[in-house]
């Protein structure tokens, strides 16, 4: 059984995949394997792999699936006992895998670990946190949820950080923890499920923590197409935001959550119309997916 599995979902992001399985293949320890779940992609994804990194294994959908089914068929296919989920358009920087296996290694209770995620100036990216609250997503819809990168905790000289979930741009796990925490929640069209799973493992009574010195720069929205001014696809976030929160919290939160986060999106809408107009389209979309 190979020590890592690194799984990396795509679709239609050839030059990305391409990247960052060069710099997985680079950095990996021995008796590692890389598995490319491609989601029906059209733009040769598979036959680009095949042709530059034919190491790589290649486990092909036939037609665009999502995130979540296309993930869950490249764990399903992975054979190590550490496996890592990996964003197309992330960059695992040097040792930052061996600096994960570690972790595990040196504490039989972690059953969750996250990259220490950065932007690709070098400056940090949000990885993980406590379980999400209303406050939370309020600041997620507003848009002001940017603004805690001047908030954010310093951990220089940490290696390791307690925390309820971890981003799946670059989420590992013991192979004991998908068997019972596992698979990824298909019903969320791109986003919470890393939330939704490490909760569970911690329901099952496993760690949850970041890796500090496990450094991976996020190229954040690159896999999705959405509004690349806005790095993220609020379509996608914010109903899967407002499922998640239906589930763990109940029906009434959520009637009473989507009746806030209206208000929000719609405060935001027309702060966009007047400074940032490019925007405007891509937010309606997105207020029209919550009232639904």
């Excluded at 990824?184 to 009574?205: H, N, P, S, V, W």
């Excluded at 589930?247 to 999106?265: D, E, K, P, S």
Aim: aromatic share 8%.
């Amino acid at each position: 059984m190979p020590g890592l599995s690194v799984v990396i979902p795509t679709f239609d992001t050839a030059s990305m995949t391409l990247r960052c399985c060069r710099a997985v293949l680079a950095s990996m320890p021995d008796g590692s394997e890389v598995i490319v779940a491609d989601d029906g992609s059209r733009d040769g994804t598979a036959e680009m792999l095949a042709r530059e990194l034919p190491s790589v294994q290649v486990v092909r959908m036939e037609s665009n699936c999502g995130f979540a089914p296309a993930a869950n068929r490249g764990v399903k296919a992975a054979n190590g006992r550490i496996i890592v989920l990996l964003n197309s358009d992330a960059f695992v920087g040097e040792g930052a895998l061996r600096a994960i296996l570690e972790a595990f290694d040196a504490d039989h209770t972690l059953g969750v670990a996250g990259a220490r995620l950065l932007n690709e100036d070098g400056t940090p990216q949000w990885s993980g946190g406590p379980t999400p609250t209303l406050p939370w997503m309020i600041g997620v819809v507003s848009g002001a949820g940017s603004l805690a990168r001047f908030f954010r905790r310093q951990t220089t000289g940490a290696t390791r950080r307690e925390v309820d979930w971890v981003s799946g741009a670059a989420m590992a796990f013991r192979r004991e923890v998908w068997n019972v925490a596992g698979p990824l929640d298909e019903r969320y069209r791109f986003y919470c499920q890393d939330i939704d799973l490490c909760l569970r493992a911690r329901d099952a009574g496993w760690q949850v923590r970041i890796v500090e010195n496990a450094r991976v720069v996020h190229g954040l929205g690159g896999t999705i197409a959405g509004d690349n001014a806005l790095r993220h696809d609020p379509e996608l976030l914010w109903p899967d935001l407002l499922d998640w929160g239906t589930t763990h919290y109940g029906r009434r939160w959520a009637f009473a959550a989507r009746i806030i986060l209206l208000g929000v999106a719609w405060m935001r809408i027309g702060w966009s119309w007047v400074f940032r107009r490019a925007e405007t389209k891509a937010l309606r979309r997105a207020a029209h997916k919550l009232r639904r």
